[in-house]
């Protein structure tokens, strides 16, 4: 079983890497809808539809154009890569909207910035 650092992550926005990227979060979804008989002793359910959201923090940077992009109500594709990018490496693809951004600053701190995202259609599961 292999594991893997999470110094190896990539997050790209618009076809670039995110700059001063320092982690991100990915959350897949699936409605489940009941088809329960009146004469069935015991729920069932079947799967529905999927969706996907997340997040991405990074030290702020007013330099990188991709931070820049992450603009609240914009639609971004993306590629997010928990193992990097090499060959058969796994990677998630997929265009969210930006639905939240917060920057914070604290005395004797790095200056973050934090993004959220709905995932809007499918999420591609494939490897590099």
């Known amino acids: 079983m292999a594991t893997h650092h999470g110094k190896e992550g990539v997050v790209t926005a618009g076809g670039t890497a995110v700059g001063e990227l320092t982690g991100f979060t990915l959350e897949t979804t699936a409605d489940v809808v009941e088809d329960t008989a009146l004469s069935d002793a015991t729920k069932s359910f079947v799967a529905g539809r999927t969706s996907f959201s997340g997040s ?4 702020y940077d007013e330099t990188d154009s991709p931070q820049q992009t992450l603009t609240v109500g914009s639609s971004i594709a993306f590629i997010l890569l928990p193992e990097g990018a090499t060959s ?3 990677s998630f ?5 930006v639905t939240g951004m917060s920057v914070t600053n604290g005395m004797d701190a790095v200056v973050t910035r934090s993004v ?3 995932g809007t259609g499918a999420l591609t599961r494939a490897t590099v």
């Open 56 to 59: 991405l923090d990074m030290n």
């Open 88 to 90: 058969g490496d796994e």
């Open 93 to 97: 693809t997929g265009t969210g909207i």
């Open 116 to 118: 959220t995202f709905q």
